[in-house]
């Protein structure tokens, strides 16, 4: 049996849900072939999913930003113009190269409910929210309703979609009988081994895959072997040297070092959000100006009390006041209501259950 996982250029998220759903699906089905086909991150995923066949191929979704990380609208309305007919362009050389799979796993393209539709395969949408959702929270619009709508008539060819806590319940009410509402969808982690200072707080900062606040982080990664009271954890590539500055390898996943850590502090995206909430670790979250995904993951997290948030604007002008102030006031408040919460993380193993029942009859 083979299935062909369509995952998005967009931010490293859906790799990593998708290594997670991909592990618990091959104790289900040992014989399982996987196709992944990708392209921005197509390295980054043949190092957390080794050992399978990979496609380098643009599968149609992008997010345009500017430097500073808000919505680049020119950008946007250009590329997504021509949308439609990439979009027919890409599902008829998609069947035409016919990989033979059994079914397929989206997170989140669209074409591929078309695509597994037109062959009569199971399709399965794997995501936390929905780029029709995304675009249409935009005002004035920055992409025509004739694009949205396309994009949501193909999804509901889809035999189930996915969604884990957290998803915005206009997309739960929409989808409606489609929908299937699991657990939180996290990887089994691999601590990395390592003694920590007691007489330290230990903080890990993430900014999102693609790098989106760069500038801001290199200028936030400056001040800190200033701050002697903390143990920081930063990426290899921000190159920053200090006797209280611990340098993450490449090779190696930020992820695996959030169970260890006092406190994360990164952009408000749904995987660093779920893997912090799956270790119990408090957040410091940070938003993007515009961007509908932040608004919700920010709204739901306060409302369950388990991080607080501040702007790259505060941090990147005095990163130690931000780190004091939030210790010595709310940090204890959301370490409890981490320790105490009840959500569940074993959504990937739900989902591979339920596709296994599915495309095992």
Not at 12 to 34: H, T, Y
Not at 279 to 286: D, E, N, Q, V
Request: charged share 25%.
């Amino acid at each position: 049996m083979k299935t062909k996982l369509y995952i998005t250029d967009e931010g490293f998220g859906p790799l990593v849900r998708q290594s997670a759903v991909f592990k618990e699906l091959s104790f289900l089905i040992p014989s399982l072939e996987v196709l992944i086909q990708t392209q921005r991150h197509i390295e980054d995923a043949k190092r957390i999913i080794p050992g399978i066949e990979y496609q380098n191929k643009f599968n149609n979704i992008i997010w345009h930003k500017t430097d500073k990380g808000t919505p680049d609208r020119e950008k946007i309305e250009d590329y997504y113009k021509g949308y439609n007919q990439l979009s027919d362009e890409y599902i008829e050389k998609e069947l035409e190269e016919n990989n033979q799979v059994n079914f397929i796993i989206s997170d989140f393209v669209y074409e591929a409910f078309e695509i597994a539709n037109k062959i009569n395969i199971p399709s399965f949408g794997v995501a936390h929210f929905t780029w029709d959702w995304f675009f249409s929270k935009f005002y004035p619009p920055a992409i025509n309703h004739d694009v949205i709508y396309k994009m949501m008539k193909r999804a509901m060819l889809a035999d189930v979609l996915f969604f884990p806590p957290y998803t915005p319940k206009e997309i739960i009410q929409f989808y409606g009988k489609k929908v299937v509402e699991v657990p939180l969808i996290v990887r089994h982690h691999t601590p990395i081994p390592k003694k920590l200072d007691k007489n330290k707080k230990h903080v890990l900062f993430i900014d999102s895959g693609s790098g989106v606040n760069k500038i801001a982080m290199e200028n936030i990664a400056k001040q800190l072997h200033l701050f002697k009271n903390y143990q920081f954890y930063l990426p290899e590539k921000l190159n920053i040297v200090g006797d209280n500055i611990t340098l993450i390898p490449e090779s190696e996943l930020l992820l695996d070092y959030i169970s260890s850590m006092d406190l994360v502090v990164g952009r408000a995206g749904f995987n660093t959000i779920s893997e912090c909430i799956a270790c119990r670790t408090p957040m410091l979250l940070f938003g993007e100006t515009l961007n509908p995904e932040m608004r919700e993951n920010k709204l739901f997290v306060k409302e369950d009390g388990l991080g607080s948030f501040t702007s790259l604007e505060k941090l990147v002008e005095n990163t130690e006041k931000v780190l004091d102030d939030f210790f010595e006031g709310e940090y204890d408040i959301i370490k409890r209501n981490m320790i105490t919460h009840n959500y569940r993380t074993d959504g990937a193993k739900v989902i591979a259950e339920i596709i296994a029942e599915t495309v095992c009859k």
